[in-house]
């Protein structure tokens, strides 16, 4: 898929797509479905295979989110975190008739970053003043961005090998993505992990004698509601 020019949006609270939901292990999984349109199977409106290519830009409903986990012998003194984006922009290609030229880019505005949890306003200033200062270093790297560089139809979606940038450090995440797509409107459900450590990031630590720590490992939750625009594709 592709993401062409880009439209800034402010994303708010409402959740087209549902929460997150547990499994029997308590891990949080995806949601792929939207609250009224049922499973992102792959599905093509019969409208844009006739189609030559379609831009979509990102609509203010999206959900961006980060989830990180507990590490250490004392990660259970500690919390783990779920921080939104409330401020990002992108945009999709998508071209019917060669699907594997099409793209996506998603550029997240790294100081709109908030934590939502653990219900405590206390913590939540403390942990959200060091993922800006210590960890994203927000006044000097103002952007995390997701570019695709190959794109591989599957049965619900698309493989999407991209480039995800942070604090100035790109590293190729796969990332399968599972679509609905209208003739004005697409759909996309998305969660795929990394480690901060290959960007250069240092995990927080911190507690008493620095006894919670947060794992490495951090998990992307992307709900994606992009509209149709009138863009050029590229």
């Known amino acids: 898929m592709a993401l062409g020019a880009s439209t800034s949006g402010h994303a708010q609270r409402s ?4 929460s997150p939901r547990s499994d029997s292990t308590g891990r949080t999984e995806a949601r792929t479905d939207s609250s009224e349109g049922g499973p992102l199977s792959g599905e093509v409106d019969e409208r844009v295979k006739a189609l030559d290519s379609v831009s979509y830009q990102l609509a203010p409903s999206s959900r961006l989110q980060v989830t990180t986990g507990k590490a250490g012998l004392f990660g259970f003194a500690g919390h783990t975190h779920t921080i939104q984006a409330r401020a990002f922009h992108g945009h999709v290609v998508y071209y019917p008739r060669n699907p594997p030229s099409s793209h ?12 939502l949890t653990p219900p405590d306003t206390a ?14 270093r ?3 790297y103002h952007e995390i961005k997701l570019v695709s560089r190959q794109v591989t139809p599957n049965k619900t979606g698309f493989h999407v090998v991209g480039a995800l940038t942070m604090v100035g450090q790109t590293r190729e995440v796969p990332v399968d993505v599972d679509v609905r797509i209208g003739p004005d409107t697409l759909e996309a459900a998305s969660t ?3 480690k901060q450590t290959d960007f ?10 620095g006894t919670v720590k947060v794992a490495d490992r951090v998990s ?6 992009a509209v149709r625009s009138e863009r050029q594709s590229q």
Request: negative net charge; glycine residues 10%.
């Open 123 to 136: 913590e939540i200033r403390k942990v959200t003043d060091a993922m800006r200062t210590e960890v994203l």
């Open 15 to 18: 959740d087209p797509f549902g």
């Open 138 to 140: 927000t006044s000097e």
């Open 192 to 194: 795929f992990a990394v």
């Open 200 to 209: 250069g990031i240092k995990p927080y630590r911190g507690g008493p004698g």
């Open 220 to 225: 992307f939750d992307i709900r994606v509601v």
């Open 104 to 115: 996506l880019e998603i550029t997240v505005v790294t100081d709109s970053l908030e934590v």
